[in-house]
């Protein structure tokens, strides 16, 4: 990662999470499984999730019918890690309406590609004053 300028950094890694995004929309564990560490942890308003745990949210099929990311933006934790944080828009499969949450992840250098170790959604709120 060194060397790498900002926005490659956060080319790498957005991409990256759009193909989390892109695996709740199509129900692909296996692309779903291959991006999350062994011990990926995830923190989300209804609790704790590890890495087998979010892969068994997509048994029944798809969880996301469709997603928009914006505000994107990365900080380089370390020589090999890298937090993308970001605004995400999204429709949950088999519902019409949109919500929205602010999302951070954590994810680190493993040979050529990235895994996610971590990631927190916040879902959108009134600001605090």
């Not at 499984?33 to 209804?46: M, N």
Request: aromatic share 10%; with cysteine; proline share 4%.
């Amino acid at each position: 990662m060194k060397g790498k300028s900002m926005d490659d950094l956060l080319q790498d890694v957005l991409t990256m999470e759009c193909m989390v995004w892109d695996a709740l929309v199509s129900g692909d564990t296996r692309s779903y499984r291959a991006a999350l560490s062994e011990d990926f942890e995830g923190v989300y308003p209804d609790g704790f999730f590890g890495r087998e745990d979010q892969i068994a949210t997509l048994t029944t099929g798809p969880t996301v019918a469709a997603y928009q990311l914006s505000q994107e933006r990365v900080r380089r934790i370390g020589d090999d890690h890298a937090l993308l944080s970001y605004h995400a828009r999204f429709q949950r499969a088999g519902q019409t309406a949109w919500e929205e949450m602010r999302v951070s992840s954590l994810w680190r250098r493993e040979g050529a590609g990235w895994v996610n170790l971590f990631s927190q959604d916040t879902p959108e709120g009134r600001p605090v004053p």
